[in-house]
């Protein structure tokens, strides 16, 4: 799908992100079961799947037949960076068709220690066709990844890096002011975990919301529950 199409489908609506990592319930070593989750969500009416993997993007698009924001979790030595962090990653996300990519936007370390910067520039080059999504975790980062020339911003990263624990910033927060500056969508994402904060997301200037733990990873909606019966209602 093109750049312009995929906006007009997503703007306004709710993106469900599909991911089981390996340590996680629904991850099945033999196949992907997580198209099962990405089938429920097209039937409640979502737009496009975010999802991690090259197996998952596969299966999930072959399923739905959605446009897919795809990621590839990876982790390397001496880096602190693990969403699509490097052009191995990218190159596997191009191969299969991947609509969006995300990739870590944020000023963490990257292996070898890389610019985030010069990696954008050269996965622009090396596909100037690309839709490449920003994660990203302050303010700051948003706008930088903007400027270098990003198609979205995505607030992702918001709360699990060093920068934005001090920054102290809520997504609300963070959409709110990074939509009045940067003139592409700002993607709502990050621990969204009830109907009414998309709502607010949206008021606040969110192109988009992207939801997923709070719909597709039982175990963190079952611990929630089982946490509120002990009084530790987050
Ligand atoms: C921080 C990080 O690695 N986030 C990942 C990015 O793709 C996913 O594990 C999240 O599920 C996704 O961002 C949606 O957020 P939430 O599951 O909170 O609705």
Do not use: W
Request: aromatic share 6%; with cysteine; glycine share 6%.
């Amino acid at each position: 799908m093109k750049k312009q199409e995929l906006f007009d489908v997503i703007k306004g609506n709710v993106i469900v992100s599909c991911q089981a990592l390996p340590d996680e319930p629904l991850y099945v070593e033999e196949k992907s079961i997580m198209y099962l989750m990405a089938r429920a969500a097209k039937q409640a009416g979502t737009p496009a799947i975010r999802t991690n993997s090259v197996r998952d993007v596969v299966a999930i698009k072959e399923e739905t037949g959605l446009p897919i924001i795809g990621l590839i979790k990876a982790n390397y030595d001496n880096s602190d960076v693990y969403i699509t962090p490097t052009m191995k990653e990218v190159d596997q996300l191009v191969e299969v068709n991947t609509d969006i990519i995300a990739l870590d936007c944020t000023f963490s370390k990257r292996l070898n220690d890389t610019s985030i910067n010069t990696f954008i520039r050269e996965i622009k080059e090396k596909y100037p066709d690309i839709v490449l999504m920003a994660d990203i975790s302050t303010y700051e980062e948003g706008v930088n990844a903007y400027k270098c020339g990003v198609d979205l911003v995505g607030t992702t990263m918001n709360g699990y890096t060093e920068q934005s624990i001090d920054a102290n910033i809520t997504n609300l927060e963070l959409v709110s002011k990074l939509s009045k500056e940067i003139s592409i969508p700002v993607i709502a994402e990050g621990r969204i975990h009830y109907p009414n904060q998309v709502r607010e997301m949206l008021d606040a200037g969110a192109f988009a919301v992207v939801v997923g733990g709070a719909i597709t990873r039982p175990l963190e909606i079952a611990k929630r529950f089982i946490d509120a019966a002990k009084g530790e209602l987050k």
